[in-house]
């Protein structure tokens, strides 16, 4: 008996969320090169390396690859079903999983064409990958009830299967490794099961060197740079959590809010950590060692969901990949070009009526992670129309007053501070009900 588990290829939206740019106090503008519309309209992964950014999309059966503008390079078709994707250390092959047709494609990435195809067996519907020791592993249906984690000796002239002798996965397991430590496997239930293992695979077999039931329904994980530890992304919570690699033991917490979805880390160990329902925000960005986001990140406007493992960093660092999934049903690609920049919070407080015909002050306070120039103001307007700027002072504080026309009974005051060399535009709205 078969069981096709095909998943939809779009995130399933746990909650409704409502963004708006500058509808909010607090609210620092995303900083994308816009958003491109992707010829596909399903997606599982997104991967980049230092000249394309790959899309998977399962109900396309095709793997899309732009360059890091966003412009389509080329549409892989014909890849059934295809999910997980995983790279080669010199970024010559892209392996891609094809559970509809039980097999790994395996992609040349200066042709962008399919070289070959490597059978994983029969109903064995492979999902999740990643390269440890010298072989490519995925997770895999190993029976009606339980899932495994299979391997393939890709050095050899004709590569040779393994599938698992023992499977203890009840569902295919997210799969994920580093070259900090290059014979390590993470493996950790996808669905609703708990379980996380570290295998040894050195040997070119899995040996478990620690293992943890503290954690499972994995949407997304990424192991850190210097093979240390696994950072995870859990859809049931309202954080990301990382974990030491040795023993599993919690290590940090990112409290980025709900529903975790989505994580990578670059070269350097700053993590973007992805949510599906954050309200204001769909990423937060962490320096190395640290657990407070001296980034937010937006995406572009329209109502969208980031996508499951739908961030990715460019080699290079100075480029994050989003993903997003609009009301519109379409594939959003954003790219944030100014990823290192600090994020610009500005919080307003006004009266929420005032008397008409007699001035309204409005206070805020601007603040950030990173120091902001000596000399500073924010710009404001009027719906619309300009004020005078506000000089900020050293402890962040600004005030402004106005008297709006008497037929203006509910202005709305905009604040917003240009941006500099360090920090990225930030701005934020408050209204005024003005009462006769």
Known sequence: MRIRRRAAGVALVLAAASFNLLGAPG???????????LPVRSHWQTLADSRH???????????????????????????????????SA?????????????????????????????????????????????????????????????SIAIAEATPTVRLDDNPVWYFKPRLASSPGAPDRLVAAESQSAQGMRVYDVGSGTLRETAYSDALGAVEDMVVTPDGSSVITAIGSNYYHQRWRLSDLTQEAQYDTGPYPNSVAVDSHGTVAAGIVAGGQWD??????????????????PGYADLLDRGVAWAPDDNRLFTTRFPYSHEVVLDIVTDVAKASSTINLSAPPTNPVGTPVTVTGKLTSLAPFPEHRAVTVTRDGVELP???????????????PPDWNTYPQYTVTYAGDARHVLGTATVMVEFVG
């Open 53 to 87: 950014v790959y899309v998977s999309a399962p109900e396309d059966d095709a793997v899309l690859a732009t360059d890091h503008d966003g412009q389509v390079v080329k549409k892989v078709e014909g890849l059934d079903g295809a999910r997980g994707m995983a790279e």
């Open 389 to 403: 700027d506000a000089k900020v002072g050293r402890d962040g504080t600004f005030s402004f007053s106005d008297t």
């Open 283 to 300: 990423a937060y960005v962490y320096r190395p060692g640290e657990t407070t986001a001296y980034r937010t990140v937006a995406l572009s």
């Open 90 to 150: 010199d970024e010559s092959t892209l392996y891609v999983a094809l559970p509809d047709a039980d097999a790994i494609s395996v992609i040349d990435t200066t042709t962008l064409a399919e070289t070959r195809r490597i059978s994983t067996g029969a109903d064995t519907e492979p999902e999740s990958l990643a390269l440890a020791g010298d072989r490519l592993f995925f997770g895999y249906q190993a029976t009606i009830f339980d899932a495994g984690i299979g």
């Open 27 to 37: 609210t620092a503008a995303a900083q994308t090169r816009g958003g491109t519309v």
